[in-house]
């Protein structure tokens, strides 16, 4: 089992920045460890569907963005530290949401597949996102 918790949200104004966390944990990592799984960021508002923000892969060399927030959003990780980061920018008020935080354990980075949130297989509980014009 892997334990994804996810922090850094708030209440911000457009125009600023939030840098989101997902920090990882559990068993599974003794059999593969934390840099074998990609890494995807999505949000979530009252009554659309989940959608994808932006994906890293287990090494941290391949990413891809929406392109809502390419250019303003930077996703990274510390494999070190099995922490994954989302660095927002200029945030909008149509980037409010619940951002949560998924992983995979796959080397797999097709821009197709790693965008289809059912193909995580973990996910945390989400951070609210509020964006005020």
């Known amino acids: 089992q892997v334990q994804l918790v996810e922090s850094g949200g708030g209440s911000v104004q457009a125009g600023d920045s939030l840098r989101l966390s997902c920090a990882a944990s559990?068993?599974?990592?003794?059999?593969?460890?934390?840099?074998?799984?990609?890494m995807g960021w999505f949000r979530q508002t009252p009554g659309k569907e989940r959608e994808f923000v932006a994906f890293?892969?287990?090494?941290?060399?391949?990413?891809h963005y929406s392109d809502s927030v390419k250019g303003r959003f930077t996703i990274s990780r510390d494999n070190a530290k099995n922490t994954g980061y989302l660095e927002m920018n200029l945030l909008q008020v149509e980037d409010a949401g619940m951002y949560y935080c998924?992983?995979?354990?796959?080397?797999?980075?097709?821009?197709?597949?790693?965008?289809?949130?059912?193909?995580?297989?973990?996910w945390g509980q989400g951070t609210q996102v509020t964006v005020s014009s």
């Open positions: 559990g068993r599974a990592f003794k059999d593969y460890p934390f840099k074998d799984y990609y």
């Open positions: 890293i892969s287990g090494s941290g060399g391949t990413s």
């Open positions: 998924g992983v995979k354990l796959s080397a797999v980075t097709h821009p197709t597949m790693v965008r289809d949130g059912a193909r995580y297989d973990y």
